[in-house]
């Protein structure tokens, strides 16, 4: 099969390119099909020129899914019953699935990507999200594919006045994957909360970039990244703010908490705020480290090894993100994959 190398995760505007972080580079199948056809999904046509929406990866992965014939489906809900697609790649795939919460309705999605550790290609997931005036989208995502399994997750929203759309997601396992998300807050007192926990070891790869842009008056956002590095794994992460100018009295902010736990990681954070207006409230921090060695004696003497320990931490960290899942049913099962993975460890 053919494949075609496109660039993703821009960030907007370049920065100095020493750290290359201005972008990276993913080789994509060409002629690939869906990979949720036997979900069983209340789908309909989504008409392409009314889903025109910036997504996270940008413009290129969009340009790319279009000419391979990539079509997006508008997946039906039924009031705020939980949307669940879980889906176990066992080839390469791409979708484009597209979901709308009408006036004042909340939407509940959750979305679990994997495959065994026989499988090898590369699986695109871009998910369209549009939230009209007072309408409230709550998406969960679990991305967790076996080690021969690249995965690009791109998300794309659009918030109305009112409106609010909570992300949560955990990044576990595989090998290369890429992430991207843009929400436009284009109604005043729009609100967007991303909430992303990740563990990365063994040489794992996480490049992310996620824009949250405040178009309105009086709209909220923020960015919660926690994480742990471990053994050669590699993570890139792109945090922009930005107020464009009309959107007064907006408040944005981004955070970043990362465990590196040992010498041979590489961690990359490239926070970004843009600003063209005065009466905002922009900010970001980031706590990047060691764990505390106290902290890992004081469990080493109520006897938990110094592995186990690290395991707890890498939990915590998948965990802080899961619990800012609002639909009860979705926490459950994010927590419970969560639980599983560390079990026997």
Not at 8 to 33: A, H, M, Q
Not at 243 to 259: H, I, Q, R, W
Not at 288 to 299: C, N, S, T, V
Request: proline share 2%.
């Amino acid at each position: 099969m053919t494949a075609e190398k496109i660039k993703i995760n821009s960030l907007v505007p370049p920065t100095w390119n020493r750290l290359k972080v201005n972008d990276t580079t993913v080789e994509l199948p060409i002629g690939t099909g869906s990979g949720l056809t036997d979900q069983g999904l209340d789908t309909g046509k989504a008409e392409p020129c009314d889903w025109k929406i910036e997504t996270g990866c940008g413009t290129e992965l969009s340009a790319f899914l279009e000419k391979n014939g990539t079509a997006p489906e508008l997946v039906a809900n039924d009031g705020d019953k939980l949307v669940s697609i879980k889906k176990t790649y066992t080839e390469s795939a791409a979708d484009i699935l597209c979901f709308v919460a009408k006036e004042g309705q909340t939407v509940n999605i959750l979305t679990d990507v994997t495959s065994d550790e026989k499988t090898e290609g590369t699986a695109v997931l871009q998910v369209l999200l549009k939230a009209e005036k007072g309408a409230k989208i709550n998406l969960a995502q679990v991305v967790r594919p076996g080690k021969g399994l690249k995965v690009v997750n791109d998300i794309g929203s659009v918030a109305a006045e009112g409106a609010q759309i909570n992300i949560v997601q955990v990044f576990s396992d595989g090998s290369d994957i890429s992430a991207g998300c843009r929400t436009a807050l284009e109604g005043e007192e729009a609100a967007s909360e991303n909430h992303i926990g990740l563990v990365r070891t063994n040489g794992q790869t996480l490049d992310m970039n996620y824009v949250m842009k405040h178009l309105a008056k009086c709209t909220r956002a923020e960015i919660n990244v926690t994480g742990a590095l471990s053994k050669k794994a590699q993570k890139t992460f792109r945090g922009t703010i930005d107020f464009v100018k009309g959107c007064t009295g907006s408040d944005g902010a981004e955070s970043e908490n990362m465990l590196l736990l040992d010498d041979t990681i590489v961690n990359k954070t490239v926070p970004l705020i843009l600003c063209t207006e005065e009466s905002v409230a922009g900010s970001h921090g980031a706590t990047i480290g060691k764990p505390a060695e106290d902290i890992l004696f004081y469990m080493m003497s109520r006897g938990i090894t110094r592995e186990r320990a690290i395991d707890i931490l890498e939990r915590a960290s998948l965990e802080a993100a899961a619990n800012k899942i609002e639909n009860a049913e979705a926490r459950e099962y994010v927590l419970g994959i969560i639980a599983g993975k560390y079990a026997d460890e």
